[in-house]
């Protein structure tokens, strides 16, 4: 199992949006609608934000998106608020019962 | 609420048994679809996924660490235990368990951090 691939940062002022992708392989983001998105900020439990690629838990905020093609999964956050300031991890089944996280990717709000 | 929570040694020795103990609450482990899965954060690092139990006793183990780990619960106690053997200080980390709602991990505890060192 070989860890997803995310950009180790990206950036954007209050107001705007932005989109993380999750880069798997056809063994795991390409063979299932099963990645799912965590938002962790640093001494705090992971929280779930996405599941099954498009899924919002009940209480996540509706700016917060999923979507996936091919091998690649995204996240979307519109209208960025200081508060989404975090890094934050795109994870996939990838088969025989396993999953595999990303990377992860650290969101700063300029 | 569901709430989950980690315990076990800050530190341990290089070669020794780390034993870690997940008590959870608000669910119950009896119950189909119920899972519980370890999760791990070295300092600086990402997310890696351990070890998964569910409700019928199914045992699953990340690929590069099965010999390593055991995992295991105790319904009675409402309590998830993970087990890895010869600790490295590589396995320096926050120790996270999480229940999982289908294939993501809908709750988290706060985790546990772990030390390895002589």
């Known amino acids: 199992q070989s860890a997803l691939t995310q950009p180790a940062s990206v950036s954007g002022s209050p107001g705007q949006s932005i989109t993380i992708s999750c880069t798997g392989t056809?063994?795991?983001?390409?063979?299932?609608?099963?990645v799912s998105w965590y938002q962790h900020h640093p001494g705090k439990a992971p929280k779930l934000m996405i599941s099954?690629?498009?899924e919002r838990p009940s209480g996540v905020s509706n700016r917060f998106s999923g979507s996936k093609s091919g091998n690649t999964a995204s996240l979307t956050i519109s209208g960025l608020q200081a508060e989404d300031e975090a890094d934050y991890y795109c994870?996939?089944?990838?088969?025989?019962?396993?999953?595999?996280f990303g990377g992860g990717t650290k969101l700063t709000v300029l | 609420q569901v709430t989950l929570k980690e315990s076990g040694p800050a530190l341990v020795k290089p070669t020794q048994t780390l034993t870690l103990t997940c008590t959870f609450s608000?669910?119950?482990?009896?119950?189909?679809?119920?899972?519980v899965s370890w999760v791990r954060q070295p300092p600086g690092k990402a997310l890696e996924w351990l070890a998964r139990?569910?409700?019928?006793?199914?045992?699953f183990y990340s690929t590069s660490l099965k010999t390593r780990l055991t995992i295991s619960k105790d319904t009675s106690k409402n309590q998830v235990v993970l087990i890895m053997t010869n600790m490295d200080p590589v396995d320096t980390a926050t120790y996270y368990c999480?229940?999982?709602?289908?294939?993501?991990?809908?709750?988290w505890g706060k985790g546990t951090t772990v030390t390895v060192s002589s």
């Open positions: 999480a229940r999982m709602g289908g294939w993501s991990m809908d709750v």
């Open positions: 608000g669910f119950s482990l009896t119950s189909s679809g119920m899972r």
């Open positions: 139990i569910d409700w019928d006793g199914d045992r």
């Open positions: 056809s063994s795991d983001v390409g063979n299932y609608n099963l």
């Open positions: 099954e690629v498009t």
């Open positions: 994870c996939s089944y990838a088969g025989l019962s396993t999953v595999v």
